[in-house]
């Protein structure tokens, strides 16, 4: 891979994990402070805010989740897994990825074609598209597809050097 291409991908990754939602985040925020501030000082309340907060939340959650998922800084339960070596921690790992990749590979045409369907549908408010509303989901579920297959590479890798403990029991 070229230089150009891995730095045109890096920046894509990181616009994507890290800038956008941040910036939904941030507007959402706003929004927020807006509707509280209009409904308890103005005595008005804005219809737009409530729904413009719950797509800024849709969006931070989905492209947060790349993020997360790339950094493995979700939920794990390692108690078990740590007791393990180096060998059986690439079997766990590669047996766990594998369920879940399989399950999101199951997954991610009709999710794509249920929000391709939800484009006929706009939100009450606003009127934007339901489609563009749930559309992080689909690259929240491809960059954890892609994060997957990487980690399974790498543990298939382990399982196949010659640097892993022989014995492959508990520690």
């Known amino acids: 891979m070229s230089k150009k291409l891995a730095t045109a991908i890096h920046i894509l990754e990181e616009t994507i994990s890290i800038y956008l939602p941040v910036t939904a985040f941030l507007f959402m925020f706003i929004a927020f402070c807006l509707q509280i501030f209009s409904r308890y000082f103005l005595n008005h309340q804005y219809e737009w805010t409530y729904e413009y907060t719950v797509i800024g939340f849709i969006w931070t959650v989905a492209f947060g989740a790349c993020a997360a998922s790339k950094r493995r800084?979700?939920?794990?339960?390692?108690?078990?897994?740590?007791?393990?070596?180096?060998?059986?921690q690439a079997i766990m790992k590669l047996a766990g990825n594998g369920i879940i990749l399989v399950?999101?590979?199951i997954l991610f045409y009709p999710?794509?074609?249920f929000i391709v369907f939800m484009g006929i549908k706009t939100t009450p408010v606003l009127k934007v598209p339901i489609s563009?509303?749930?559309a992080p989901f689909i690259v929240f579920v491809t960059f954890?597809?892609?994060y997957m297959v990487t980690?399974?590479?790498r543990?298939?890798?382990?399982?196949v050097s010659h640097e892993h403990d022989t014995t492959g029991e508990v520690r």
């Not at 939920?75 to 060998?87: A, E, M, T």
């Not at 543990?155 to 399982?159: C, E, F, K």
């Open 73 to 88: 800084e979700h939920v794990s339960f390692s108690l078990i897994y740590d007791r393990f070596g180096r060998r059986g």
């Open 103 to 105: 399950a999101f590979a």
């Open 111 to 113: 999710a794509l074609d």
């Open 132 to 134: 563009y509303v749930y």
């Open 144 to 146: 954890s597809i892609i």
């Open 151 to 153: 980690d399974c590479l």
């Open 155 to 159: 543990a298939i890798q382990t399982l």
